[in-house]
């Protein structure tokens, strides 16, 4: 039986996505017999994460400012907005240095499944970006689920009748693709590619 110390710590990484209660255990023990090393960088590194990272309260983002380095940047251009479900996705797209826009995190997907509705995802907000004038292209890069798409189409009658040109990613996307997963030419590739909304 093992202290309570690491049963808490088991369960709080066993939440973690991707990791069940057996690798939580295993990391744990890994983690007990490196504590002056790997474990001391490990807490060092969650303390910064915790003291250090914001929300940005324009698109979504997590950074250490607000608004984030992106949405401060005057280099980027602020007339070309693409709309990401998840910050994995948006750091997915901006590590392949694709897309020179700004974005807009959702913060997921819309699924009847899960009950997540429109006013739990940051759409409105979205609507209010758009309404305020400056953007002239918005893209929506949600992933190729049926959920993902299901948003997508939801968004793009939301946003019909603004003077915007709404474009989503072309699919040469594997169907069920999730953004976070795919190479870089295969994301290069989609949003080179991009095309109305129909
Ligand atoms: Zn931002």
Redesign the pocket.
Known sequence: MASQEIETLTAALSRLPGLGPRSARRAVLWLIKRRETSLVQLVDALAAVREALVE??????I?TT???????DPRRDAGSLCVVEEVADLWALDRARLFNG??HVLGGRLSALDGVRPEDLAIDSLLRRVEEGGIDEVVLAMNATLEGQTTAHYIAERLEGLPIRITQLAHGLPVGGELDYLDEGTLAQAIRARRPVA
């Open positions: 940005c309260g324009t698109c979504g983002n950074d607000n608004p984030c380095g992106i949405c401060a700004r974005y």
